[in-house]
């Protein structure tokens, strides 16, 4: 059945009990109705009928009285017209018996009628007046007097039937009303329990149709709605049940896809042989690769705090690369192997070098960070052997070169013996060369001894201008020889800094010899000191070739030199520069581009921290 067929079935109760009370109603007030024609019908036509008679009864009295008192004529005549009236009222009431006794009294009326006319015609007959009088007190008043009486007795059965039957009327109208009532109120309740029970089952399909919608809503794909029949609503169940299993069928399909991409791209990072972590913007670990669970011994799997668990040094680490990466910097390259961390390991401790990349989402946002940590403990161990040799190698060159020096400076200064113009050439530029091999030597031993962790500082507190000038003292005889200008600007003037001087001269050294190395004869090369906040900025800009920018980031690697820098350096200078700036907490950097010279800036901090700002 449709739904609409069920819902119109479900008001039927409700119509059915109106038709029902309405019929009820209709032929109870039939029934009441001719209860009331019946009365009419029975009894008041005998007592219309009865006060007729009695009327016509008193007429022939009064006409007899005309008689006795003369008025014969008038009398006769009156009495004469009463009779067939009283005869046709006897008769409506013979032909109207309707009570129990009204038979007896309409005989006894019936009597006592013949027996008033047979004396009123023994009356009429008498002609004397006197005789005439007797004969109306001795018979024909006594006989009026009963026919009256026995019309008087049917008038009083009637009327008291009358009486009888109005009060039944009045009690079976009271009964009908109460079942009027009774009947209206048990249809109501009935029809309204038979509709809505019917109602209630006809829309349950509903109510499991939108159970099954709000499963789905909340995602529950296997919800279905059962729903029986042909009607509408199970036509919709059928969709929506087809629809469901659509749904499922496809996120089966999609989750099995995403499974194995995710597992593709799981067994890739895991391939990496070193440690890969990925973060997401909020600084939440999303990923990591089996390297990485080995390496910070905890793994995603075990919840909670993942990095809370990582040793704090690894931590630092990671959240640098990850702020600098997610701080829209671009990939996260070390500026050295010095960037290593060390995470002690069970095969012995391991060394390694961060580097970050950004994740992108569709629109192009960053959206997470991957830290890839690489393994460099066997680049570390070669560095170290090499930083040992280098080291080994300049302090055995030392001694041997002293005594070479010297005894190249004793031939020279003659000595040993007179020396020729040819030989005192030979042994000047054998001196040169020694020079630039000290030079060598003792750069390698200061980077050794920097490498080792040995760089103490000797912090004191020194004048700018004096440590200034005393580099470009130093650089002055070069200078001249090359026809480089050396100039200052120091603003401002007499300003002082905690420094280890020697080293800070150094740094001002290799950098004023680099810039006069690569300054053309003509050029110029000029220190420029400027205060900033609570630093003091030293500037050494030259006139030179410049840098061109991808050799920038390399110049301050240990040995490194640029593919046809001018001989004379073993590229040490700048890489001892920086660690000495750095040692001071300060920075260093260049400012170049091909062809334009060369502006090369570190920072110093007035005043270390405490305690060593304290040192005299
Ligand atoms: P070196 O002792 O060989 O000069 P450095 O560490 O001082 O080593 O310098 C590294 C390299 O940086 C050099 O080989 C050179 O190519 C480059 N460089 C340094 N200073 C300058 C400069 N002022 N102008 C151009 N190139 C420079």
Redesign the pocket.
Known sequence: MTLRGRLLLAQAPLALALVLVGVTAVVTLARVGRSGQEILQDNYRSVLAMQRMTEQLERMDSAALFIVAGERQRGQEQQAEQRPKLEAELRVQEGNITEVGEVEATRRLREAWAGYQAAYDGFIALEDKEATRERYFAALAPAFLEAKAAAAAILDLNQDAMMRKSEALRRQSERVNTLMVTAVLAAFLVGLFASTSLTHRALRPVSVLSQAVRRVGQGDLAARAVVEGRDEISQLSQDFNAMAERLQQYRQSSLGDLLQAQAASQAAIDSLPDPALVFGTGGVLLNVNRAAEDVLRSSLEAGGDVLGRVPPEVREVLERVRLSVLGGKGAYQPRGYEEAVRVAAPEGERWLLPRGSPVYGESGDVVGATVILQDVTRLRRFDELKNDLVATVAHEFRTPLTSLRMAIHLCAEGVVGPVTEKQADLLSAAREDCERLQGIVD?LLDLSRIQAGQLTLNLRRVSVTALVEEALAAQQAVAEDRGVKLLQEIAPEGEEVEVDPERVQLVLS??LA??V???PSGGAVSVRVTQEERRVRFEVK?T????PSE?QGR??EKF???PG?PA????????I?RDIVHAHGGEIGVV?ATGQ??T?WFTLPQHLPAPSAEKP
């Open positions: 750069d290799n950098l680099n810039g190395r690569h300054t030259d030179g070739e410049g840098i050799e110049i301050f490194y030199r640029a820098a004379g350096g073993a590229g040490l200078g700048l890489s520069a170049s010279g060369s090369f």
